[in-house]
Nanobody, 121 residues
Framework: QVQLVESGGGLVQPGGSLRLSCAAS????????MEWHRQAPGKERELVAR???????IYADSVKGRFTISRDNAKKTMVLQMNSLKPEDTGVYYC???????????????WGQGTQVSVSG
């Protein structure tokens, strides 16, 4: 099964840090652009950060200077390091990839199942 799996969510106090990871299944060989999105209760899903296959990055204004996106193309993983967390960062965080090469051919627009991040205290 072709999938992206997130991990690392949890409950943290304001000002704290969390590290989210996204791992691709073993049958995925190449990955194009990867992104982190989040969805807060009652709100639409929004882009948090994007990293291209060449390593270039884009961040939402709300997370600039606090979040860092990175990827390891050899390991087919992506990480979102989140520092100075705020209550408004609460939501379900999703991993996304626009184009993947797999053992069954190309796959497009693949989402992970999401991981909950809660900032409270």
């Amino acid at each position: 099964q072709v999938q992206l799996v997130e991990s690392g969510g949890g409950l943290v106090q304001p000002g704290g840090s969390l590290r989210l990871s996204c791992a691709a299944s073993r049958n995925i060989f190449t990955i194009g652009t990867m992104e982190w999105h989040r969805q807060a209760p009652g709100k639409e899903r929004e882009l948090v950060a994007r990293i291209f296959s060449d390593g270039n990055k884009i961040y939402a204004d709300s997370v600039k200077g606090r979040f860092t996106i990175s990827r390891d193309n050899a390991k087919k993983t992506m990480v979102l390091q989140m520092n100075s967390l705020k209550p408004e960062d609460t939501g379900v965080y999703y991993c996304y990839a626009d184009r993947l090469g797999t053992n069954r051919g190309p796959v497009y627009d693949l989402w992970g199942q999401g991981t909950q991040v809660s900032v409270s205290g």
